[in-house]
């Protein structure tokens, strides 16, 4: 009788501390799932600081357009968008679609919730900073800041659902197998209580291992994510910059002593055949060929260390009946800077198609 006495309150005792360990492990993850939010908020502020820089950039010689305009060639999706607001006017949300459909309406419209709102009261001028947000019952990381641009205040914000963070590093599967695990648990405990010392060190063991494998596999996805972000971002075969960007990108190879460079200047009769000439520059170009839009017709290709009559090659190659080459710069050295350089070029490139200077400040 003594027996099955100890074994009752032996077994009671096992149930209610699995139940309670449960609970207890289930409360541990909803607050890992905060501060990894948290976590991925503050690295999501760097983003916005680095995006601000861009627009600064403009000085005073743009308008609300070009800040939307670069806002819009950034990557969007439903999981992950851009706002932004002048005053109590939304100027772009997520897409051009999207926009259209807020047009006319305070941002306050957008922020609707509680938690929304207070986000936008609490941010500052000049200071990034997050807050985990509900938009429509669905959780998102917002980061966000107020600048001055022109005489006027603009709010900027990125929203990150909450479910593209949580499940792109296996944490859900995570979760889950520990549920699992600890529910397998307190079944062996409930039926071999009186061996529960060694299942338990057995479970214990298991754990531990799938622990580490979870970090080793969170840090390796982390690493990758990074790498691809890097490379998608700046990787010169998958983009055609902006001629406000030409500067920096010289300034660069200057700094780095990078040479040779070689200018080549072209032409489109259409857009039809600039997007016909941006096919064939994805084709026939690599990554040591920097493609910039000077305006709606002109194009500059730089190569960057390029024997000369490889590049020249190349260069005839790309010329067409609805694409004019108008000239090319070959810099065997940076002794003078590649700014002066180009503006030089670009100048005799201007002047030969018989057109106005270029405004912008790469002349």
């Known amino acids: 009788m003594r027996k099955k006495f100890n074994y009752f309150i032996l077994t009671v005792a096992v149930v209610f501390f699995a139940i309670a360990s449960d609970v207890f492990i289930y409360c541990q993850l909803e607050n890992y799932e905060t501060r990894f939010l948290e976590i991925y908020g503050a690295e999501q502020d760097g983003y916005v600081k680095i995006i601000l820089d861009q627009i600064n950039r403009l000085q005073d010689q743009g308008a609300d357009e070009d800040i939307t305009e670069i806002i819009s060639t950034l990557d969007a999706t439903a999981s992950r968008y851009w706002t932004l607001s002048k005053g109590d006017s939304i100027l772009f949300v997520k897409s051009v679609t999207e926009t259209n459909r807020y047009k006319g ?62 499940e792109d590093n296996i944490l859900l599967e995570c979760r889950n197998s520990i549920i699992i695990i600890l529910s397998l648990v307190l079944a062996l405990m409930i039926i071999l209580s009186m061996v529960m010392s060694k299942k338990i060190q057995s479970q214990k063991y298991l754990l531990d291992k799938q622990e580490e494998r979870v970090v080793w596999q969170n840090q390796q996805i982390e690493h990758l994510d990074e790498r691809l972000k890097r490379e998608y ?88 009946d609805d694409v004019r080459s108008w000239g090319d710069l070959y810099c065997e050295d940076n002794m003078n800077s590649y700014q002066q350089q180009f503006a030089k070029f670009w100048k005799v490139v201007k002047e030969k198609c018989g057109k106005r200077n270029y405004t912008g400040n790469t002349v």
């Open 105 to 166: 309406f305070s941002d306050g419209t957008y922020y609707a919730t509680e938690t929304a709102s207070a986000f936008m009261d609490s941010l500052g001028v000049n200071e990034v900073n997050h807050r985990i947000i509900y938009l429509n019952e669905d959780r998102f990381i917002a980061s966000g800041m107020i600048f001055g641009w022109q005489g006027e205040q603009y709010r900027i914000c990125l929203l990150t659902y909450d479910r593209v963070v949580l």
């Open 233 to 320: 971002a700046f990787s010169a075969s998958r983009h055609v910059f902006k001629n406000v960007m030409l500067d920096e990108f010289l300034q660069a190879l200057d700094e780095k002593d990078v040479y040779p460079l070689h200018f080549a200047a072209f032409e489109t009769e259409s857009a039809k055949a600039r997007e016909k000439f941006f096919a064939r520059m994805q084709a026939v170009l690599d990554n040591r060929v920097l493609r910039f839009s000077m305006d709606e017709q002109f194009l500059v290709l730089v190569f960057v260390k390029y024997p000369r009559k490889v590049s020249k090659e190349i260069i005839e190659s790309l010329e067409d």
